[in-house]
């Protein structure tokens, strides 16, 4: 019986630049789980770079309690399957410690296949960002080794041959939001959480804030970031209000009291008020946690 991969850390989730090890030790004060980037975050000429800064930081002993940390709060996105970095980043990562891998422009189970073959037990996160990996996405998600699923608008936006993904107030557009929708259900269906994509706008914490709300309103349990500032913004959303917390504990109590069937502000308490309620404590519970300084 195989085991399912482990979780991560939520639900801020931020890009670093993997040849800015200075940055490491911020990002991981800042955010619950940092993705340390060979890919997009990494010119061409500075690929070498980045992946002997990232060996350098795995190998001192004093990094060794973040990359053992439960849940994980260490990812790597290295480079797509054919894009000619993906050999030279799985060498580095073979002996790292590394534990989780975000893998880029996923399009096939085959894609997934052979990284699980060459990093073994590595928990993958899966980014859907073409045509093809959003429509295949249920099968992605429902891959072993696959702990989560993440949708990107930008690969995406050059996939569909497109200029932008968003409108000029920062919105996406319809063909985005269908997108973003189809991977978030097809994750759930693979039974996998969702992470949503990145705000590119770094200045408008307003729109942020607004698409991090809506993103836990709509069921994704993380949401990524590509500055520190945001990484509060999207703790701040995803943290229930006081009268959320205080709804969920009050049904919680009488679902535990033992009265069986019972009422709860002139509705039933069945079971999906039920899993909703605990979902918002916990959802409480990691939100509020303040990040674990390294």
């Known amino acids: 019986m195989k085991t399912a991969p482990p979780s991560l850390a939520g639900p801020a989730i931020l890009f670093c630049p993997a040849d800015r090890p200075d940055r490491y030790g911020k990002a991981l004060e ?6 340390l980037d060979l890919e997009d975050a990494v010119a061409g000429g500075r690929k070498a770079d980045a992946r002997r800064a990232l060996q350098a930081w795995t190998a001192d002993p004093a990094n060794r309690p973040v990359l053992t940390a439960d849940p994980l709060r260490i990812v790597v996105r290295i480079n797509a399957i054919g894009s000619g970095h993906y050999a030279d980043d799985v060498r ?3 002996a790292s410690g590394i534990r989780a891998v975000m893998l880029p422009k996923v399009e096939a189970v085959a894609d997934l296949d052979r990284l699980a073959a060459d990093l073994p037990g590595v928990a993958v996160v899966a ?4 045509a093809l990996g959003v429509a295949r996405s249920l099968e992605i998600a429902q891959h072993p080794a696959v702990a989560a699923v993440m949708w990107g608008g930008e690969d995406l936006t050059t996939s569909l041959g ?3 993904s968003r409108t000029a107030n920062g919105t ?3 063909v985005f939001q269908a997108a973003r929708s189809t991977v978030l259900l097809n994750a759930a269906a693979g039974g996998k959480p969702g992470i949503d994509t990145v705000y590119i706008d770094i200045r408008d914490v307003t729109g942020l804030a607004d698409e991090a709300k809506d993103a836990v309103a709509s069921g994704f349990a993380f ?11 999207v703790r701040s959303a995803f943290l ?3 009268d959320e917390l205080r709804r969920a504990r009050a049904v919680m109590d009488l679902v535990h009291s033992g009265r069986g069937v019972v009422q709860f502000e002139g509705g039933m308490v069945d079971e999906p008020v039920i899993r909703q309620a605990e979902r918002i404590i916990e959802r409480g519970k990691a939100a509020g946690r303040p990040p674990h300084v390294p």
């Open 30 to 35: 800042r955010a619950d789980c940092v993705i």
């Open 92 to 94: 580095v990562l073979a």
């Open 127 to 130: 980014l859907c960002e073409t």
């Open 162 to 164: 497109g200029t932008s």
């Open 172 to 174: 996406l557009r319809h």
């Open 223 to 233: 949401k990524a970031c590509i500055h520190p500032s945001q990484a509060d913004v």
């Open 240 to 242: 229930p209000s006081p």
